[in-house]
């Protein structure tokens, strides 16, 4: 039986650690982009691009980051942060067209935040787990290049791993009184 949407919204979590080699059916992956899709967003612009990755791509990205690696912590810690990132199942880069207005930019980037979490969530509802993750790699300029991506034309708003979580790590959150002001 399907969640609940409070239950989905509620039991999703960031998965950090994968099964290795089970990746989630692509037509999954379409629906949950196509329902990305319907996010909100402002003068509909419709901002956000994505990019499914095949074997190659995901390789070239698990060598780089390795690399940017392995110049500060060598060559032990390079070779396995890149076993590790290439047992990783799924990998979609999202990217939001870059806007000249800062007004708009803001607007966009808000909107592509609302569609990558249609995306987390859908996902979840159909048990395949999600990482978004913006670290170093995301912004590198190599990234750009592999990915044939203008800089000036389309900025990363996140590297999403997808696949069946091999655990499910907890979290929390502070009470929203503590965050919740209500006026007159
Ligand atoms: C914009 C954005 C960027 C994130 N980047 C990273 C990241 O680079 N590395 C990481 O481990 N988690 C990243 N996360 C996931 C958060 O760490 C995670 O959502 C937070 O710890 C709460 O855990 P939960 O998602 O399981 O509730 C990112 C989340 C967002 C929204």
Redesign the pocket.
Known sequence: MSQTIAENIRSR??I?NFIPDRVPPRELILEALELANWAPNHHLTEPWRYYLLGPETKEKLCRLNADLLRAVRGDKAADLKLQRWLEIPGWLIQTCMVSANAVRMDEDYAACCCAAQNLLLYLWSQGVGC?????ELSRHEELYRILKLDPLQERVT?LFWYGYAAEI?V?ARKPLAEKLMELP
């Open positions: 979590r960031t950090h990482k978004w993750t913006t670290g996140g790590s979290t």
